[in-house]
């Protein structure tokens, strides 16, 4: 069981930086894919990143150029660096990771579908103020 535990969250003026901290409790980290997730208030939960365990990363379309997702296998966490922010990028945002094996070794086929992530962390609040 891999527990993951987000920090790093706060309330910023726009156009402001934060960055976001998931820490994970398994020793086998560099096993897994690591993505972040967040969830607007009436809103859907939606994929923000994901950092592959070879390396690579994906982003949403929505943060491209403004939030940097990078790893660091030493100490079991994987961040969010987050610039030029949004008030909408207000949202509880979450850490997830996938197990990477078998045909999801190297890449997930949809890395936005939450059920292709095996463990949740509870998540940090996000507030960008206008």
């Known amino acids: 069981q891999v527990q993951l535990v987000e920090s790093g969250g706060g309330l910023v003026q726009a156009g402001g930086s934060l960055r976001l901290s998931c820490a994970a409790s398994?020793?086998?980290?560099?096993?897994?894919?690591m993505g972040w997730f967040r969830q607007a208030p009436g809103k859907e939960r939606e994929f923000v990143a994901i950092?592959?365990?070879?390396?690579?990363?994906d982003y949403a379309d929505s943060v491209k150029g403004r939030f940097t997702i990078s790893r660091d296998n030493a100490k079991n966490t994987v961040y969010l660096q987050m610039n030029s922010l949004k008030p909408e990028d207000t949202a509880v945002y979450y850490c997830?990771?996938?197990?990477?094996?078998?045909?999801?070794?190297?890449?997930?086929?949809?890395?936005?579908?939450?059920?292709?992530?095996?463990?949740w962390g509870q998540g940090t609040q996000v507030t960008v103020s206008s």
């Open positions: 997830a990771a996938a197990t990477a094996s078998g045909s999801s070794r190297y890449r997930i086929a949809d890395s936005s579908r939450q059920g292709n992530y095996d463990y």
């Open positions: 398994e020793r086998t980290f560099r096993t897994y894919h």
């Open positions: 950092r592959y365990a070879i390396g690579s990363t």
